[in-house]
């Protein structure tokens, strides 16, 4: 019915979006909210969990105002992938920081399990890495005699925050999670799509203190809020349900999308595709069918060129126009280290060749050029596998600049396209949700994308991208 209302939160590094859909996946209204993180030492990303669960509640409050809440068919959420946390089993307070994706303070247990890397991936479908939550769940033990304790005596939970903000927005009725989320501790099986004694073993976390995985769509729980209970019906990790958002439902189909870092999601429908250097996961599941991904990440994107920008000027140097790319320097964006392909994350951001004449804005066009050269090295790795995707879609906050839309269009040599919505994370929270509450077919629903780039017929980009990975393979040898 057109007066249904559903609900798609995204919850994510910088902010969090909640969005309301009508009846027939019409937008109403979107709310933003921003979020703050702390950097408490080199290596060190967390925040503040209580903070975020409250920027959701305050969030699904807003975009409601004014609404008949028992119109709300539905909430469909969205978040951070492995960033992850201890909480108390009874009061829901957190016991530590949410450590984010973007912490690698769990690096060293990784490089002592170098030998089981290869039991990791095949288990899993990752890399044996520190951006994911099992070493950082590990290092909060390892500090924390008391918490261990409790971990084992089921005295405090531990997950991936999606399992945190249901266990918090449901007063402590929900304790689960979903694979997407899951996947992402590097501690479930990707084909049984179970916890796996292994690799808990591995990383010393206990069973006990760890949600029960089942589908993302699927009813997790409800909200209370002004005297209704609102219902759960999905959840999902966030580059999952930008795959959603953005119409990528078919095999073949894939969505980049850019925030914090740049994540290269191709669907592969039922097919669990193995691609050397890339990642496979679960992209949706119900109790009907489960769906996969291959995946590339960049670890920097939008951090990289914000990072730059307070490094030239401490604001947005862009011109307003293209600058020739053989006048600008090469930028290696790796704040964090370097993921998808080569997995190093002992290699961090570099400037090369830069000039006298170099300023501010040929630095922001470095920073852009340099996100989307790693993200083309990813997409020749699928196409080399040949796993190429037919159908290539943007989202993400980088988009809001045009020119690096062109660029990206121009250094892939592919036709791209932006959807109409550009809330594809929360829209596909939203979607899932859909999905599950009517029984909808997801490939039936795909949104009609607003407009298409096509790439500038050029050399001056090749050239570059080759100039760019050259200076890559020396950084890595």
């Known amino acids: 019915m057109r007066s249904d209302r559903w609900v798609g939160i995204d919850q994510g590094s910088t902010a969090t979006k909640a969005i309301l859909l009508d009846g ?4 109403v209204r979107v709310v933003t909210l921003p979020v703050a993180t702390r950097f408490p030492a ?18 699904l409050g807003r ?46 247990h990784c490089d002592k399990l170098a030998r089981h890397a290869r039991l990791v991936e095949q288990k899993t479908g990752l890399r044996l890495s520190p951006h994911y939550a099992a070493s950082k769940l590990r290092w909060l033990l390892r500090r924390n005699p008391d918490l261990r304790s409790k971990a084992r005596q089921g005295k405090a939970r531990c997950g991936t925050l999606d399992a945190y903000l249901l266990f918090r927005l449901t007063g402590g009725d929900s304790f689960s999670t979903d694979p997407t989320h899951a996947a992402r501790t590097l501690l479930m099986d990707l084909t049984r799509r179970e916890w796996d004694a292994e690799l808990l073993d591995l990383f010393g976390i ?10 993302g769509a699927f009813p997790a729980g409800e909200i209370a809020l002004r005297g209704t209970r609102l219902r759960i019906a999905a959840t999902l990790g966030d580059q999952q349900a930008a795959l959603l958002g953005s119409g990528c439902r078919r095999a073949g189909e894939m969505v980049i999308n850019f925030g914090t870092g740049a994540f290269a999601a191709l669907n592969t429908g039922r097919r669990v595709a193995r691609v050397p250097g890339l990642l496979t996961s679960v992209a949706w599941s119900s109790e009907k069918e489960v769906r996969f991904l291959l995946e590339g990440t960049v670890n920097s994107a939008g951090s990289a060129v914000d990072w730059i920008d307070r490094l030239a000027s401490g604001r947005n140097t862009g011109t307003g126009n293209r600058l020739r790319l053989d006048r600008i320097p090469i930028f290696i964006p790796a704040l964090t280290g370097i993921a998808a392909p080569h997995w190093r994350s ?24 340099g996100v989307a050269c790693r993200v083309r090295e990813i997409v020749e790795r699928m196409a080399a596998a040949k796993s190429a995707p037919r ?19 121009a250094i892939l040599g592919r036709r791209l396209e932006i ?36 790439p500038a017929s050029s050399a001056e980009s090749e050239r570059y991208y080759r100039r760019f990975r050259s200076h890559l393979d020396r950084l890595l040898s």
């Open 63 to 108: 975009v409601l105002e004014g609404e008949k809440l028992e119109r709300v068919r539905g909430v469909g959420i969205a978040c951070q992938r492995s960033t992850c946390l201890f909480w108390d089993a009874v009061s829901g307070r957190p016991l530590t920081a949410a450590l984010s994706w973007r912490d690698v303070r769990g690096a060293a």
């Open 24 to 27: 027939a996946g019409r937008v």
């Open 419 to 454: 959807p109409e919505i550009p809330e594809a994370t929360a829209l596909g929270a939203a979607a899932l949700a859909r999905h599950f509450l009517r029984d909808l077919d997801l490939n039936r629903e795909a949104p009609r994308p607003a407009r298409s780039v096509v």
């Open 346 to 369: 002992d290699r961090l951001a570099a400037i090369l060749d830069m000039r006298p004449d170099t300023g501010a804005a040929e630095l922001h066009e470095a920073a852009l050029a």
């Open 42 to 59: 080199s290596g060190w990303v967390e925040q503040d969990a209580e903070a975020l669960a409250a920027s959701v509640r305050r969030a």
């Open 206 to 215: 206990p069973l006990r203190a760890l949600p029960p995985i089942r589908p």
């Open 391 to 409: 159908r290539m879609v943007l989202s993400g906050g980088l988009l809001r600049d045009r020119r690096f839309v062109a660029l990206q269009a």
